[in-house]
Structures are given as structure tokens and as C-alpha cells.
T-cell receptor
């Protein structure tokens, strides 16, 4: 039981490049989330998926897209990376809504 | 949207002492109140939570108290140990806003 896994762990991009962050969970959870964490700050919700087949915007969705590929996988795409997107990105899952969130180890992204 | 604050932002205590962190929120519709612990280089991990129909919950050295009228809930850690050193986040939840994380409190337990 691996919990929530994220790939890659580290990534450096140049401004304008695109990339996809991958997230998978093996706990049969319905809800999945993408957060960003900037230095010295709390986590801010980018997008979430309350259940398979649905996605909704969070607090800071601009510049990102998501895909809930199936119940296990939830990916985050940066179409044209900007330096302001330099951050640590966390994926999380929960059984349903207001319940314990389980977080992945994070992806540290730097955009030059 | 929901406005979440934590006090204090940093806290240093001697090993064995107690620590209290307060979280205030603005949305009276919030109905689920978790606390997360984040160690350096790791993702947050739930340590305790409470729902809106309960005033207090305890789990060994950790407790959470909720005051819905005043819109705040607090994390209490007794008999602190060096491994309690971390950043702690509150994240009140309501169906309209989802989870909104506070800015965090850095706790240092001095041996």
C-alpha cells in the first residue's frame, strides 16, 4: 500500500515550457486535490476532483489544467510555465470531501 | 472566501512543556476542523480533527477544542518532545470553499 505517489520529485523548466505532474493513489479514494505551497506559506488549492469524472477550480487555478484519468490518477498540467509557478506541488486524496486528506511527498518545481 | 489565521506564527517551548496553537476562521458554514503536521521535506499529515457537533477531542498527548460561536479552534500538545518540532497547519472545511489552509505555525521544542 503506497498511499499517494507523485512524479517527478524535482523538475526544472524554462519559461514557456510545458509539463505534466502525475499523481496516483491506491486507497480507493473518491476525492483528489492539487495544492501549491510557496516558501513560508500554507497550501493553496489549485484544482480538485470530488469524484471520478468531475473536476473543479480551487483558489488559484490560472495557468493550470487537470485531468482525472480514472479513480486512481489525477494529473496537473502547466501549458506554458512562468517563474511565478515556481513552488512545491502536493497531491492529496480523501475518501470523500470532509475527511482525512492523505498527501503525497511533493514535486519541487523551478521555472527559470 | 474563507479567511484563516493562526497564532502564534512561531512558538518555542522547552521539552515537557505544553504548546497551544489557535486557528481563527471567518466562514460560519465550516463544519470540519483538522490539524496537520508537516515535517521538513514531507507532505502534511493529519494529526487530529474535530467535527462541528463536538466541542473537544483528545488523542494521547494531543487535543483539539472548538468554539463555533467565536469561530476558532485550538491545538493542544502536552508533554512536548523534540519530535513534535514541525510546522502545524489548520484547514477548516466547508462545502462551498473546500479545504482552506492557515499560514502555519512553526513549533520548536528545545531539549
Amino acid at each position: 500500500n503506497a498511499g499517494v505517489t507523485q512524479t517527478p520529485k524535482f523538475q526544472v523548466l524554462k519559461t514557456g515550457q510545458s509539463m505534466t505532474l502525475q499523481c496516483a493513489q491506491d486507497m480507493n479514494h473518491n476525492s483528489m486535490y492539487w495544492y501549491r505551497q510557496d516558501p513560508g506559506m500554507g497550501l493553496r488549492l489549485i484544482y480538485y476532483s470530488a469524484s471520478e469524472g468531475t473536476t473543479d477550480k480551487g483558489e488559484v487555478p490560472n495557468g493550470y489544467n487537470v485531468s482525472r484519468l480514472n479513480k486512481r490518477e489525477f494529473s496537473l498540467r502547466l501549458e506554458s510555465a512562468a517563474p511565478s509557478q515556481t513552488s512545491v506541488y502536493f497531491c492529496a486524496s480523501s475518501l470523500q470531501g470532509p475527511d482525512t486528506q492523505y498527501f503525497g511527498p511533493g514535486t519541487r518545481l523551478t521555472v527559470l | 472566501g474563507e479567511n484563516v489565521e493562526q497564532h502564534p506564527s512561531t512558538l518555542s517551548v522547552q521539552e515537557g512543556d505544553s504548546a497551544v496553537i489557535k486557528c481563527t476562521y471567518s466562514d460560519s458554514a465550516s463544519n470540519y476542523f483538522p490539524w496537520y503536521k508537516q515535517e521538513l521535506g514531507k507532505g502534511p499529515q493529519l494529526i487530529i480533527d474535530i467535527r462541528s457537533n463536538v466541542g473537544e477531542k483528545k488523542d494521547q498527548r494531543i487535543a483539539v477544542t472548538l468554539n463555533k460561536t467565536a469561530k476558532h479552534f485550538s491545538l493542544h500538545i502536552t508533554e512536548t518532545q523534540p519530535e513534535d518540532s514541525a510546522v502545524y497547519f489548520c484547514a477548516p472545511y466547508n462545502y462551498g470553499q473546500n479545504f482552506v489552509f492557515g499560514p502555519g505555525t512553526r513549533l520548536s521544542v528545545l531539549p
